[in-house]
């Protein structure tokens, strides 16, 4: 059974940073195939791509809405998918999820994140 369970989310002021975790389980980490996502979805709007890993290569790709602020990252021995957030501003405030993408599709659950003064 696959299990993704992120964590970290949380209120930020513009112009600081929060650290995503996704913990992973269930789920072949270093094939070909796989690729490991940030999604966000903010209140009212679709749910976009904001990030990718491959865990095989650490290939990265990035939504120009978070280039240049926002690094993903993973921990292959932990299976795990880390998005640090820096210089967050009010438009990033959104439901982020974590996807692994391999044959199928697995989401986890989603974790809050608010930027505000």
């Known amino acids: 059974q696959v299990q993704l369970v992120e964590s970290g989310g949380g209120l930020a002021q513009p112009g600081g940073s929060l650290t995503l975790s996704c913990v992973v389980s269930?789920?072949?980490?270093?094939?070909?195939?796989?690729?490991m996502r940030w999604y966000r979805q903010a209140e009212g709007n679709e749910r976009e791509l904001g990030a990718q890993?491959?865990?095989?290569?650490?290939?990265?790709t990035y939504t120009d809405s978070v280039k240049g602020r926002f690094t993903i990252s993973r921990d292959n021995e932990k299976t795990t998918v880390y998005l640090q957030m820096n210089s967050l501003k009010p438009e990033d405030t959104a439901v982020y999820y974590c996807?692994?993408?391999?044959?199928?599709?697995?989401w986890g659950q989603g974790t809050r994140v608010t930027v505000s003064s």
């Open positions: 996807h692994a993408k391999g044959v199928y599709d697995y």
């Open positions: 269930g789920f072949t980490f270093r094939l070909p195939n796989r690729y």
């Open positions: 890993v491959r865990p095989l290569t650490g290939t990265t």
